[in-house]
């Protein structure tokens, strides 16, 4: 397969410094957690991959246990590089993760420096990367000394085999030590990759001063609430959509005082002129808090609606209290 990159893709993105550092993510970044996996379309996939890249996405975000099957996403992003995306290694950052249970035995979950040593090997192996952009811890182990964790993402970097490190999904004061446990090993925490959305916004208590006073980066995950916040759901459950397919969101979650907020805020983004998704991207971005908004999507067409969120990303301050009401309620 040969693709020619589109050269205009740098003018329909914003990129932003992440944290106090050199690296500038994308704005939108895309994340391989769902539609990657061993039963998805190759297909699918490249044009997502291309699709997004040539709207300026330069950011993909892996995990090691992305698929089903675990590591799957990873084989398919591999694939993807070695026969399409290979010229374009320079202009992309790619991360991944480990944190949850990847394998059989002690060994393969968490925090120890003996598995995320191990699991990045693999990682890159399945990739057919030399290194990741970025390697993150993917959740806070409440066993293993956090000493600990902050050498083997210190040792990581130091080895060449990840550029910069990140941690997932910690709270204010973890991230803090963490921070500080990172900077006296020499190599800084560069992102926190926290859920951020409309409907949750948990991160506003304390991990955002936190990432700010640190100079770390931040770029939030489930940022349409995994399709919720968008006009899909309103009227009904859409034939293979996530709500049909995925253990992570079911038609249970979907209730009808949800659906009454979804329809409110669907007729705040209609004035705005924009789609729900547009404007669930556009409010994550507000204020320059985030450094990126990381999207999943099924078919490249979401990735184009979405990177147009970048058209109309301000808001005024109705805007903002009409939208506050309504997620108030
Ligand atoms: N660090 C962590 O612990 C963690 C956890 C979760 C996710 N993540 C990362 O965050 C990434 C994104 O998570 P997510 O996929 O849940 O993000 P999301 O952007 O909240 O949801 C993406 C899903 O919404 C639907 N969608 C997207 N654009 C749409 C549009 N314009 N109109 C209608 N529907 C649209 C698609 O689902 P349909 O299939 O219904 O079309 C798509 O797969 C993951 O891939 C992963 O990289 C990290």
């Known amino acids: 397969m040969t693709y020619v990159a589109d050269k205009e893709r740098y003018s329909k ?21 769902h539609n990657f996996g061993s039963g998805d379309n190759y297909d699918n996939m490249v044009n997502m991959i291309t699709t997004a890249f040539d709207n300026g996405i330069t950011h993909f975000d892996l995990a090691n246990n992305y698929g089903p099957y675990p590591g799957s996403a990873e084989e398919n992003f591999g694939k993807i590089m070695a026969n399409v995306m290979k010229p374009y290694r320079d202009e992309l950052i790619i991360s991944t993760k480990a944190g949850y249970t990847m394998w059989d035995g002690p060994y393969g979950d968490w925090g120890s420096r003996k598995y995320l040593v191990a699991s990045l090997d693999q990682s890159l192996k399945r990739m057919g990367l030399d290194y990741v952009d970025i390697f993150y811890h993917h959740r806070p182990d409440p066993e293993t000394p956090m000493e600990e964790t902050a050498r083997a993402l210190a040792h990581i970097v130091k080895s060449g085999k990840a550029l910069y490190a990140g941690v997932s999904n910690y709270n204010a004061d973890q991230t803090k030590k963490m921070a500080a446990l990172m900077k006296a090993e020499g190599v800084p925490l560069l992102i926190h990759q926290p859920r951020y959305n409309m409907l949750e916004r948990w991160i506003e208590n304390g991990l955002q001063t936190v990432l700010e006073y640190d100079g770390i980066g931040s770029i939030s995950f489930c940022p349409l609430a995994q399709g919720l916040l968008t006009n899909k759901y309103i009227h009904g459950i859409p034939e293979n959509s996530r709500a049909t397919k995925s253990v992570f969101l079911t038609p249970e979650k979907i209730k009808p005082e949800l659906i009454e907020k979804i329809v409110k805020l669907n007729a705040i983004a209609e004035k ?34 979405n990177v147009k969120a970048l058209e109309n990303s301000e808001f005024t301050a109705e805007e903002l209290a009409a939208i506050d009401a309504v997620l108030a309620e």
């Open 272 to 305: 705005r002129g924009q789609t729900l998704a547009q404007m669930a991207v556009a409010w994550n971005l507000r204020g320059n808090k985030l450094t990126s908004v990381l999207i999943g999507a099924s078919r490249p067409s979401q990735i184009v609606e």
């Open 13 to 33: 993105m914003k990129y932003n410094r992440c944290g106090r550092s050199g690296l500038k993510p994308s704005a939108l970044s895309l994340g391989l957690w």
